[in-house]
């Protein structure tokens, strides 16, 4: 099993940044890909950013350029960091680990832009 502790969130203004952390627990070596989702009220759930074991990225198009996703050397904890913040981007994060035991989800962090 997969444990995930995220942290990062908080309120922000407009153009500003934030650095979203996650570090995963248990049985790490499983984990293939890492990432963050958003979810935003009344919207579903959506991708914003995966990093692969082998360091392969995706970006959601809506972030490409502001947000860049990475990880430490051990590939414990994968981070996000955010910039040029739109009022949009105001949505609750999840950390997701994809593994061979199955997926995993964070408790998710709140991110909030303010105008």
């Known amino acids: 099993q997969v444990q995930l502790v995220e942290s990062g969130g908080g309120l922000v203004q407009a153009g500003g940044s934030l650095r979203l952390s996650c570090a995963a627990s248990?049985?790490?070596?499983?984990?293939?890909?890492m990432g963050w989702f958003r979810q935003a009220p009344g919207k579903q759930r959506e991708l914003v950013a995966t990093?692969?074991?082998?360091?392969?990225?995706n970006y959601a198009d809506s972030v490409k350029g502001r947000f860049t996703i990475s990880r430490d050397n051990a590939g414990n904890t994968v981070y996000l960091q955010m910039n040029s913040l739109k009022p949009e981007d105001t949505a609750v994060y999840y950390c997701?680990?994809?593994?061979?035991?199955?997926?995993?989800w964070g408790q998710g962090t709140q991110v909030t832009v303010s105008s």
């Open positions: 248990g049985s790490i070596f499983s984990i293939y890909t």
């Open positions: 997701n680990a994809a593994s061979f035991d199955g997926p995993c």
């Open positions: 990093i692969t074991r082998g360091g392969r990225i």
